[in-house]
Nanobody
Framework: VPLVESGGGSVQTGGSLRLSCTAS???????RTWFRQAPGKEREAVAV???????VYADSVKGRFTVSQDNAKNVLYLQMNSLKPEDTAMYYC???????????????????????RGQGTQVTVSS
């Protein structure tokens, strides 16, 4: 499996979770993105790391979510703080390794553009 997410769960409003996305067999680089999809809504990119390490966030998560990577472990993280019920969704990671791209470019790409995609981990935030 190209990418495996973990760390999802159920928390109350204001709580925190850290999601992990582990890659096996290749280095995570270039576009690395966390997507989420809530029931009845389109999948959206919420946090992106571009080729040069530039992080880009959706307005809805700015100041609350942080994307980072442990290169030694080849793991992409999403630290989510001050969670809200509207953050409830399935969270997915994706990576496109082929070329150098900026964070904003990566953010504009659709889920299907990414060559490596995970199966998702559920995050539920209760009020």
């Amino acid at each position: 499996v190209p990418l495996v997410e973990s760390g999802g769960g159920s928390v109350q409003t204001g709580g925190s979770l850290r999601l992990s996305c582990t890659a096996s067999g290749y280095p995570l680089e270039n576009c690395r993105t966390w997507f989420r999809q809530a029931p009845g809504k389109e999948r959206e990119a919420v946090a992106v790391l571009g080729s040069y390490g530039s992080a880009v966030y959706a307005d809805s998560v700015k100041g609350r979510f942080t994307v980072s990577q442990d290169n030694a472990k080849n793991v992409l993280y999403l630290q989510m703080n001050s969670l809200k019920p509207e953050d409830t969704a399935m969270y997915y990671c994706a990576a496109e390794l082929s070329s150098f791209h900026s964070g904003p470019f990566c953010q504009r790409q659709s889920w299907t553009w990414y060559g490596f995609r995970g199966q998702g981990t559920q995050v539920t935030v209760s009020s």
